[in-house]
């Protein structure tokens, strides 16, 4: 199993850009997640699924966009890239029950806006 | 508003000894509590998760829980050098994980 991929692993961007950062995992997990972590800071969830066709907001989604149209699959959307989204995103997956609901993270995409 | 509180550091610790690392959270509902690690540059991995009251060992790690004070912890005995990272508290209520801004922790050769 590969279990959680990201690409890109890294991307630049010039204000008012959009992109899509891409996440996949090979677990068969209900639930995903993305996260943003600025440096030295925890992480600040942006957007969450529980199943294909599912997705809410979280502590800080305002300038960006999720869907959810297969289980496998949980894009994240930035439209009008802004110098504040400049930060480290990871994507992470987890089964649905107590014992089997740890999250597992990707590796990390590193956005910064210029 | 649901809080997780890590102990503020960073925190530096001679090589073979202790280290202690404390978190609290706010959320009386909270189902179950992960420790995690986080290498610079790395994304986060999973050191320990307790979802029971007491105590539980893996290893050099110990995590203690206490539900009725919201209170986790984390013990690393014998510290290596490897051990230095910053470690993440995250606490799971309903869907969610909340996570703490982390302790940094240096082991000094």
């Known amino acids: 199993n590969a279990g959680v991929t990201q690409t890109p692993k890294f991307r630049i961007l010039k204000i008012g850009q959009s992109m899509t950062l891409q996440c996949t995992q090979d677990m068969n997990h209900n639930y995903m997640y993305w996260y943003r972590q600025d440096p030295g800071m925890g992480l600040k969830l942006i957007y969450y699924s529980v199943g294909a066709g599912i997705t809410d907001k979280g502590e800080v989604p305002n300038g960006y966009n999720v869907s959810r149209s297969t289980t496998e699959d949980f894009p994240l959307r930035l439209e009008l890239a802004a110098p504040s989204q400049t930060s480290v995103y990871f994507c992470a997956s987890r089964g649905d029950q107590q014992g089997t609901d740890t999250q597992y993270f990707g590796p990390g995409t590193r956005l910064t806006v210029l | 508003q649901k809080e997780v509180e890590q102990n503020s550091g960073p925190l530096s610790v001679p090589e073979g000894a202790i280290a202690s690392l404390n978190c609290t959270y706010s959320?009386?509902?909270?189902?179950?509590f992960f420790w995690y690690r986080q290498y610079s540059g790395k994304s986060p991995e999973l050191i320990m998760f307790i979802y029971s009251n007491g105590d539980k060992e893996d290893g050099r790690f110990t995590a203690q829980l206490n539900k009725a004070s919201q209170y986790v912890s984390l013990l690393i005995r014998d510290s290596q050098p490897s051990d230095s990272a910053t470690y993440l508290c995250?606490?799971?209520?309903?869907?969610?994980?909340?996570f703490g801004a982390g302790t940094t922790v240096t082991v000094r050769a």
């Open positions: 995250a606490v799971r209520s309903d869907y969610k994980l909340s």
């Open positions: 959320d009386r509902g909270s189902q179950s």
